[in-house]
């Protein structure tokens, strides 16, 4: 009879710092497995003190705290399967991110990671030592090999694990969604399953943890690249895989097999969950938002009610002698479709007050900008009256392209805890609140049904600082405008580049110069969610001070 293996595999969402929580959730995981005769149950890369821990996992208290953990954590695994678990472990004055294998009460594997992420969100190489490639651990019938995440990115620690007698390879991972990620993950496992000729487990936490949001979509190849297993996008889930050993080798029989979201429900869905888990990790409830009648604030309300639920979002208008009627008509149909609280505070008389303060300073010189900004500032002071009053955090509305050239007031709206469109360009929001307009999923707290009103989307866009402003007055249009941030910003191309590609020199320019004089803005920015390999801060890092400019 041939030999079989069961593996459970946990998918879940652990927080950082809540070492005790995640240990708890990690013994929870086991006794499923134990139930449904697992011969083995995994977790995820620094499962047990959450993921990306940045500097705090250099705090000695810190890795002390949860090396403690795993090693009371492994008391309790008996009479059972084993147990693989990520987390810190300092080794001969050196600290690693490892993987734990936890049986009979012991700890009776440990895994170093070999290869250190230095790109995009990582900087690994600042918190962990770099260990040499190790060989499989037993489980069982198995020879096991576990590369940690970036492992299995490169060639060599699979194939160090495949020469030195692994029989499946299981990736525990901490990957951070952006658009496309699936693709690439599937793609990397691809090549590792071809070049070692072995059964491929890539396992992935979820989960938001500031800007970062981890998507799971874990699964199973066998060799040759099939894919026998594919787990939810964004959902926890607890499932099991079964090996069993054939003439050729182990091979993983069919299992789960879930549906991958598009790119703009997968982005919805990010900015949802990220909202959703900043608050709930940081212990906010509640949250406001000014809510303008415009697009922006339209879908992050929706986003904000589809997280936590309509009844815990509190949306202002805060209305000037510029704001229109049917700026006032549109959030109003926002706040009622969704089911949100909408209270209006009127800037009128405090904007005068403003005014009169200043008339003596300002006396003799032509009203603009800087009045303009007045009433965004006096907006943001408003609002984070009524964030302070009623414990309810503060979101900020805007898109990326705004943050890119600077189209937003430091200290008035650009106040806020958190910004679920900050690596949304303006042109992808319209198509999101389409795609929100015409569908609805069980995640979603808000209603069904159109929630945006079409006015809302197709009314050109407008700040309302002065009578009759459009966006378009002093930025080119959206389409135009994020064409060129996304050769500047996410592909790094030169102007020539563009210029060749038929954008006016002048207007490229122009965006980059905007570009370039905005980076102290996005600086002080609220933290975000991340949904591509150039969002601001975390990928994307520019100096402030910078006299370069692309003049060939």
Known sequence: MAATFRLTLAQLNPTVGAIEANVALAYDAWVQGRDAGAQMVALTEMFITGYQTQDLVMKPAFWRDAMQAVEALALRIVDGPALGVGGPCWRDGQLYNAYYVLEAGRIAATVLKHELPNSDVFDEKRVFASAPPQGPYRVGPLRIGSPICEDAWHSEVCETLAETGAQILLVPNGSPYHRGKPSVRTNLMVARVVETGLPLVYLNMIGGQDDQVFDGASFVLNPGGVLVAQLPQFDACITHVDFEETEDGWRALPGMMEKMPISYEADYRAMVMSLRDYLGKTGFKKVLLGLSGGIDSAIVATVAADAIGPENVRCVMLPSRYTSAHSLEDAAQVATALGCRLDTVSITAPQDAVGDALAHLFAGTQPGVTEENVQSRL????????????????????????????????????????????????????????????????????????????????????????PDQKDEDSLPPYPVLDAILDGLVEQELSVADLVAKGFDRATVKKVEHLLYISEYKRYQSAPGTRLTRRAFAGDRRYPIANRWRDNA
């Not at 009623?390 to 189209?407: C, D, Q, R």
């Open 379 to 466: 907006r943001g002071l408003l609002l984070m009256a009524m964030s302070n009053k009623f414990g309810e955090m503060l979101l900020t509305t805007g898109n990326k392209s705004e943050m890119a050239v600077g189209y937003c007031t430091i200290y008035g709206d650009m106040n806020g805890g958190y910004n679920p469109l900050k690596d949304l360009y303006k042109t992808r929001v319209f198509d999101t609140c389409r795609w929100r307009n015409d569908n609805h999923r069980p995640w979603m707290l808000a209603p069904a049904g159109v929630v945006i009103p079409p006015r809302v989307i197709d009314k050109p866009p407008s700040a309302e600082l002065r």
